[in-house]
């Protein structure tokens, strides 16, 4: 588990450099994702230890958006003033983003898809 | 000897790791088992549950925000590295991905402007004030990249920050209805438009019905932060 922890902190830290260094708009973690996805093609294989630890950490990855979510009360007039407009924005628009992606993927795909082993054993 | 009074021990507590750590952890804890009790129920779901527990806390205790963040940023701070983690499960499905590699890359195109421009649209056209219009531009993306795009178009960056926590809410515990509704059943398809739709919450739960839909959820949120962060600050200035 430290070994984990420590990999991942040390990639984010060099994710965070480069955008420093370099003024990239895209935040140190996306940067120090896609080092370590470089990292991993180049190798070839990741430990079991490795694997096994990751998803651990990813299954509680929501829990670790609740102290930003609070700050909602921070905005809590302005929520209250602009409901319908946001709520309706913040609905339609998620749920029209994910139907355009995934239409466009279905169409664009050559082959009808063969269900994977996961979806098999549903 | 005389006891602290309860108000004080609060203010004191408050500010201390202690309390925000094990606050936010109890109530997710309690937004988890009453998920799991109400049968999954959406709009019960562990983090809506976790917010609006701590919030009514907070407010009854005439808490700032500000103060429960100071110890709760020690669980904000582990979005860093799980985004990071995010690389594990996208190096195990690279070749499923490099297959998809053309309609992954259109599929981003169409749902990332999709998303971001028909939530500004919609905003507008009911009376939106400005602010909050561009505050929901980039409300899809990651938090950091949300609100670093919400700063360059005139949004307010903590605003953005409350919208992008309600969308990944909206598709991680909309979306499997939803995609039964479109009659999409496809695992890297359905993980490919969560994750670029609604995040890292999104991705959480792909991740909870498998492993192949978290990769790709995983890979639709990074891209679709990468192409925000380069597009969508770029298109405003033209525009303006």
């Known amino acids: 588990m430290l070994n984990t922890l420590a990999l991942l902190l040390l990639y984010q830290l060099g994710g965070e450099l480069v955008a420093r260094f370099f003024g990239l708009p895209i935040p ?46 921070v905005h809590l007039h302005r929520v209250a003033n602009e409901w319908l407009p946001i709520v309706i924005s913040l609905v339609v628009s998620t749920f029209a983003g994910m139907a355009v992606t995934a239409w466009v993927i279905r169409a664009l795909s050559p082959t009808k898809h063969t269900p994977s082993k996961e979806e098999a054993r549903r | 000897m005389n006891a602290t009074p309860p108000v004080e021990l609060w203010s004191h507590f408050i500010r201390s790791p202690l309390l925000g750590l094990a606050l936010t952890l109890s109530a997710y804890l309690a937004g988890v088992w009453l998920f799991k009790r109400s049968g999954q129920k959406p709009y019960l779901n562990p983090i809506l549950v976790a917010i609006v527990l701590i919030a009514v806390l907070l407010w009854a205790t005439d808490t700032p925000y500000q103060d429960y963040f100071d110890g709760a940023q020690f669980i904000h701070f582990l979005l860093g590295p799980a985004t990071v ?156």
Do not use: C
């Open chain 1, 28 to 73: 140190g973690p996306v940067i120090g994702m896609t080092l370590l996805l470089l990292t991993l093609l180049a190798r070839g294989q990741v430990s079991h230890d490795t694997r096994t630890n990751v998803g651990a950490f990813l299954q509680h990855m929501s829990l670790f958006f609740v102290p930003a979510g609070v700050g909602v009360m």
């Open chain 2, 85 to 240: 983690a995010l690389a594990v499960p996208l190096h195990a499905y690279w070749r499923r991905l490099r297959e998809m590699a053309l309609p992954l890359v259109v599929g981003l195109f169409a749902g990332s402007a999709t998303a971001a421009f028909s939530a500004m649209g919609i905003a507008k056209l009911f009376g939106a004030s400005p602010e909050t219009v561009f505050s929901l531009g980039p409300k899809s993306v990651t938090t950091p990249i949300a609100m670093g795009v919400a700063e360059q178009i005139g949004g307010i960056p903590s605003l953005t920050a409350v919208f992008v926590i309600i969308t990944g809410i909206i598709g991680a515990f909309g979306a499997p209805p939803f995609f039964r509704l479109l009659r999409i059943d496809h695992h890297p398809t359905r993980g490919f438009a969560i994750g670029l739709a609604a995040h890292g919450l999104g991705t959480a739960r792909a991740f909870l019905v498998s492993e192949e839909m978290g990769a790709f959820s995983a890979l639709g949120m990074g891209l679709n932060g990468v192409l925000t962060a380069v597009l969508l600050p770029v298109l405003f200035s033209l525009l303006h």
